[in-house]
Each structure stands twice: as structure tokens, then as C-alpha cells.
């Protein structure tokens, strides 16, 4: 069975995601990751993310490994390396990318099949599952999830105003809902989750609950 998840960053798809599918049984795959791996890798050798030609040779020669709590780059894990902000920054480019997507979503059909799978993403559940068995779209309040972030960045020990954090957010949200493959919006047959003013384990069980009637068989 495949269960997806998509949502703008900030709603809180990871801490949900991951939990749900250690209380399914279920493998967790974090595509975000794979565009962070892509980055990483056309960081290390110089190609720009406009470099299309350089960036489809690169794609031949990356091999992407994603193990339950580690992303491998080559062999190499890189699990921590690619949570750096410049990998923020230069994944976004990188997944505006076509063929970088049509990689990747090779990829992530290759690695679902077959399996129980939670996947998250921005995609999941419009282009690269259409036929999932269980979509979900969490989403938040657009203060909410910046406050989150807020909240992140300063454990990191990063100092950036809230404000600044909320108008970033608000053109990043702007350009995702409108960028020309793969736009960000919930699928038809998603089920929308507001996670503002829920705790994370209040959502997973909602999510839980759903899973679990569609696999008995029953509706949402
Ligand atoms: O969720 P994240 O911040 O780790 O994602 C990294 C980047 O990849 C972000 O710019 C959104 C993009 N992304 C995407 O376009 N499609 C996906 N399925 C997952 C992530």
C-alpha cells in the first residue's frame, strides 16, 4: 500500500511521516531528501542548477541510496550534509529542474514497489503515485509554519527575525504553487489535514485511523 503525504514546507510532513509509518510497519520515504542528495552532488561539482546539459550528466553518474534513517550518496552518507542551508537553497533550483524530476520520480516509483510505503513530498501523491491508495495533504497556517521554522532555525542557532522568516515563506509558498511542473496543491483525492493547533501525534493518529479503515476495506 502506498500512503503519501505533500504539503508546504513547515506543516510538519517529516515528524508525521516518519511516525506514521513506524506505527504501520510501513517503509518512510523522504523525496525532499533525493533533491537535497542532487543538490549536494551539483554543489560538490560546480554545476550550476541552470546548467542543464551538466546537470543530466550528473544524473547518470549519481546514485542515490535512501535507507530507512540514511541518505547515501554514493556510498557516501550524507544525511546531515544536505540539511545545510545552502543544500536548502540550491535544492529548490535544482527541483525546478524537468529532468531531475522525471529522474527522481523513476526513482521513487522503483524504490515503492512493492512496498508499504509512507512517502512524502510536494509531488507524491498528483504525479508520481496518482494511484495511491491513501493521499494526504497537511498543511498549516501560514504564521504557524513559520514559526516552526522560526523556532528550527533558532535551535540551529540561527538568527533570522520572524518577519523575515514569514516573507520568505510567503514568496517560496508563492513560487511553488505557481512553478510550471509539479506545482504544489493537493490531489483530488487527498485528504487535506490542517495541522494548526494540532500536536504532531494528534495528526498522526488521525492518519492512522484512515490508513487503517482503507485497509480493512472500508472508505475514508
Ligand atoms: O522538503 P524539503 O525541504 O527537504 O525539499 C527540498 C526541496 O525539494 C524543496 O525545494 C522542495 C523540493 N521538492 C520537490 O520539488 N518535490 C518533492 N517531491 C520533494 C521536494
Same mark, same amino acid.
Given at each position: 500500500?502506498?500512503v &503519501?503525504?505533500?504539503?508546504? =514546507?513547515? #506543516?510538519?510532513?517529516?515528524? $508525521?511521516?516518519?511516525? %506514521?509509518? /513506524?506505527?504501520?510497519?510501513?517503509?518512510?520515504?523522504?523525496?525532499?531528501?533525493?533533491?537535497?542528495?542532487?543538490?549536494?552532488?551539483?554543489?560538490?561539482?560546480?554545476?550550476?542548477?541552470?546548467?542543464?546539459?551538466?546537470?543530466?550528466?550528473?544524473?547518470?553518474?549519481?546514485?542515490?541510496?535512501?535507507?530507512?534513517?540514511?541518505?547515501?550518496?554514493?556510498?557516501?552518507?550524507?544525511?546531515?550534509?544536505?540539511?545545510?542551508?545552502?543544500? &536548502?537553497?540550491?535544492?529548490? =533550483?535544482? #527541483?525546478?529542474?524537468?529532468? $531531475?524530476?522525471?529522474? %527522481?520520480? /523513476?526513482?521513487?516509483?522503483?524504490?515503492?514497489?512493492?512496498?508499504?510505503?509512507?512517502?512524502?513530498?510536494?509531488?507524491?501523491?498528483?504525479?508520481?503515485?496518482?494511484?495511491?491508495e491513501c493521499k494526504f495533504f497537511?498543511?498549516?497556517?501560514?504564521?504557524?509554519?513559520?514559526?516552526?521554522?522560526?523556532?528550527?532555525?533558532?535551535?540551529?542557532?540561527?538568527?533570522?527575525?520572524?518577519?523575515?522568516?514569514?516573507?520568505?515563506?510567503?514568496?517560496?509558498?508563492?513560487?511553488? =504553487?505557481?512553478?510550471?511542473?509539479?506545482?504544489?496543491?493537493?490531489a483530488?483525492d487527498a485528504i487535506v489535514i490542517?495541522?494548526?493547533?494540532?500536536?504532531?501525534?494528534?495528526?498522526?493518529?488521525r492518519m492512522?485511523e484512515i490508513v487503517r479503515r482503507r485497509q480493512a476495506g472500508g472508505g475514508a
Amino acid at each position: 500500500m502506498i500512503v &503519501t503525504i505533500d504539503g508546504p =514546507a513547515g #506543516a510538519g510532513k517529516s515528524t $508525521v511521516a516518519r511516525e %506514521l509509518a /513506524r506505527r504501520l510497519g510501513f517503509d518512510h520515504l523522504d523525496t525532499g531528501a533525493m533533491y537535497r542528495c542532487v543538490a549536494l552532488a551539483a554543489m560538490r561539482r560546480g554545476i550550476s542548477p541552470e546548467d542543464r546539459s551538466g546537470l543530466s550528466r550528473l544524473l547518470e553518474e549519481t546514485e542515490i541510496l535512501m535507507e530507512s534513517d540514511r541518505v547515501l550518496l554514493k556510498g557516501e552518507d550524507v544525511t546531515r550534509e544536505i540539511r545545510a542551508p545552502e543544500i &536548502t537553497t540550491l535544492s529548490r =533550483a535544482v #527541483a525546478d529542474n524537468p529532468q $531531475v524530476r522525471q529522474h %527522481l520520480n /523513476r526513482l521513487q516509483r522503483q524504490i515503492a514497489q512493492g512496498r508499504n510505503i509512507v512517502t512524502e513530498g510536494r509531488d507524491q501523491g498528483t504525479i508520481v503515485f496518482p494511484e495511491a491508495e491513501c493521499k494526504f495533504f497537511l498543511t498549516a497556517d501560514p504564521a504557524e509554519r513559520a514559526r516552526r521554522r522560526w523556532l528550527d532555525l533558532q535551535a540551529q542557532g540561527r538568527r533570522m527575525s520572524f518577519d523575515d522568516v514569514l516573507r520568505e515563506q510567503r514568496e517560496r509558498d508563492a513560487r511553488d =504553487a505557481s512553478r510550471a511542473i509539479a506545482p504544489l496543491r493537493p490531489a483530488d483525492d487527498a485528504i487535506v489535514i490542517d495541522s494548526t493547533g494540532l500536536t504532531a501525534d494528534q495528526v498522526v493518529s488521525r492518519m492512522e485511523e484512515i490508513v487503517r479503515r482503507r485497509q480493512a476495506g472500508g472508505g475514508a
